[in-house]
């Protein structure tokens, strides 16, 4: 089956306590994203990463690092999380069209972080 | 640069229908759709191309005015499955994908 997965889905941590969600895909895509989900605010794009060792900042990289050393993973990483970063996280992935553009983004469950 | 959609909440009956709009001050290169219900992944419906090209849902349609960098979708005789928020997102070349900030439809029996 087609799918994105995250781990973990739930996550209680304190601040300044390294952590790290990682995200698969099984589709062979190319691009790979992640965003965080406010209140108000929609979905906001973290970082991006178009192919193996090309990864990019979105809109709100500040406190986040990723890294995509394979095709199919791109972890996210907060090396010392703040409460201002409790957010519900969406990691996706696309191919890329013929041309330029994104195809269909396949978002991963998602993973609920509180940050203490 | 976040895309600007309209409107930002709405009701309808069963059978109703809506629209929804979405305008970004950036030359596209694509716009995209996707429905998210409460505590779910968004979950996409279209993409449209510049060029005219559409790929997406069967029973939704949707315009892309490449002039005026404008989308709208349309959602005809709706049902209660169609309740969630609604997205735009606006595609430069699969750089920075930026989304709106949704559109809360509720559809009531």
């Known amino acids: 089956e087609a799918q994105v997965t995250q781990n973990p889905r739930y996550l209680i941590t304190v601040t300044g306590k390294k952590l790290t969600v990682t995200c698969s895909q099984n589709?062979?895509?190319?691009?790979m994203s992640w965003y965080r989900q406010d209140p108000g605010l929609g979905l906001r794009q973290i970082y991006y990463?178009?192919?193996?060792?090309?990864?990019d900042k979105g809109d709100v990289p500040e406190g986040y690092k990723v890294s995509r050393k394979e095709k199919r993973n791109f972890p996210l990483i907060l090396e010392s999380p703040s409460p201002n970063q409790t957010s519900l996280y969406f990691c996706?992935?696309?191919?890329?069209?013929?041309?330029?553009?994104?195809?269909?983004?396949?978002f991963g469950p998602g993973t609920r972080l509180l940050v203490l | 640069q976040q895309p600007v959609q309209s409107p930002q909440a709405v009701i309808l009956r069963e059978g109703e229908d809506a629209v929804i709009n979405c305008s970004s001050s950036?030359?596209?290169?694509?716009v995209h759709w996707y429905r998210q219900k409460h505590g779910e992944a968004p979950v996409f419906l279209m993409i449209?191309?510049?060029?005219?090209e559409q790929k997406g849902h069967e029973k939704i349609s949707a315009s892309f005015n490449e002039k005026k960098q404008q989308s709208s979708l349309y959602l005809t005789a709706s049902q209660l499955s169609y309740s969630g928020t609604y997205f735009c997102?606006?595609?430069?070349?699969?750089?920075?994908?930026?989304f709106g900030p949704g559109t809360r439809l509720s559809v009531l029996p």
């Open positions: 997102g606006t595609d430069l070349y699969g750089q920075n994908f930026v």
């Open positions: 449209l191309l510049k060029g005219g």
């Open positions: 589709m062979n895509h190319e691009y």
């Open positions: 950036k030359a596209l290169y694509s």
């Open positions: 990463s178009m192919n193996v060792e090309v990864t």
């Open positions: 996706a992935s696309s191919s890329m069209g013929t041309g330029v553009g994104l195809e269909t983004q396949y």
